[in-house]
């Protein structure tokens, strides 16, 4: 970025990053699930109406993270990560851990995660890779039935939110990969950015988005693609 050696760099990443190691995004496959709306299983009112149901859904996208791997895109943004000269942040909407996998450290899952549960007796967070069902017993405190996927589920507050309003105080880029922007507060965050300075903020994505009027450059295609390219063209600008 002309006259900027250190930009601050704001990531925001939704299901599209991942779409081609094959986790199904919402508006994919999991638009429907077992004949439900995903909004209508992803609630804290579906937890409580038919906790068995929730349950099956997240063991199902649980399990199917032992049959994926990171690809081309999580990759290139762990070499930005790595390489970039001025602060970092990759705030994801995604559940999956194929960021992790690939390497990412300066990561936050504003949305939880699916090899978290929390305990509603103890608090406890904890790091989980089986199955869960109503009946299971929390290795915390020994109560039965008290244990939830730690995901945030639409009508639930994010994680981090303070964190993120930080970065993007400061932010100089901001780049959006293959999110709806139709989530809330996320889609709100290429207009906050706008307001806050940001004199570049660009989107990656199949098709033009709710919010696409937000961004200076819009770039249509496969993350798998766009985004490696994007990745060479950053830091060719600043090293
Ligand atoms: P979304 O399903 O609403 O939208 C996905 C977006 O990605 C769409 O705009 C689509 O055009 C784009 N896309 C699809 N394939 C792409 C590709 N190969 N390259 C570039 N873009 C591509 O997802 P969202 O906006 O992230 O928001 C909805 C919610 O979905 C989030 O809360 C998130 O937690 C949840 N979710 C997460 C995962 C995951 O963890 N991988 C998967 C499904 C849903």
Redesign the pocket.
């Known amino acids: 970025m002309a006259g900027l050696t250190h930009p601050n760099l704001v990531v925001l990443?939704?299901?599209?990053?991942?779409?081609?190691?094959g986790?199904?995004?919402?508006?994919?496959t999991?638009?429907l699930w077992e004949g439900h709306h995903?909004e209508e299983v992803?609630s804290p009112q579906a937890f409580k109406a038919v906790p068995e149901m929730v349950h099956r859904f997240y063991n199902m996208?649980r399990a199917s993270l032992k049959t994926v791997e990171p690809n081309a895109?999580h990759h290139a943004l762990v070499r930005l990560e790595k390489a970039w000269p001025g602060s970092f942040l990759h705030v994801?909407?995604?559940?999956?851990d194929?960021n992790e996998r690939a390497g990412a450290e300066k990561l936050l899952h504003?949305?939880?995660q699916?090899k978290k549960i929390r305990c509603l007796n103890c608090r406890n967070v904890m790091h989980w890779e089986e199955d869960l069902d109503i009946s299971t017993v929390c290795p915390e405190c020994a109560t039965a039935g008290k244990l939830r996927p730690d995901?945030?589920w639409f009508g639930e507050v994010p994680y981090h939110i303070e964190e993120i309003s930080q970065a993007l105080e400061t932010v100089d880029i901001f780049v959006c990969?293959?999110?709806?922007?139709?989530?809330y507060p996320?889609?709100g965050f290429a207009r906050q950015a706008a307001s806050k300075g940001a004199k570049r903020l660009i989107e990656?994505?199949?098709?033009a988005?709710e919010i696409s009027s937000h961004f200076t450059d819009q770039r249509q295609?496969?993350?798998?693609?766009?985004?490696p390219r994007l990745v060479e063209e950053l830091l060719k600008e600043v090293l």
């Open positions: 990443t939704g299901a599209g990053l991942s779409a081609e190691s986790v199904p995004t919402f508006r994919g999991y638009g995903v992803a996208r895109a994801t909407q995604n559940v999956d194929l504003m949305h939880g699916l995901i945030v990969i293959g999110t709806s922007g139709v989530v996320a889609a990656i994505n199949l098709e988005t295609g496969t993350a798998g693609e766009e985004v």
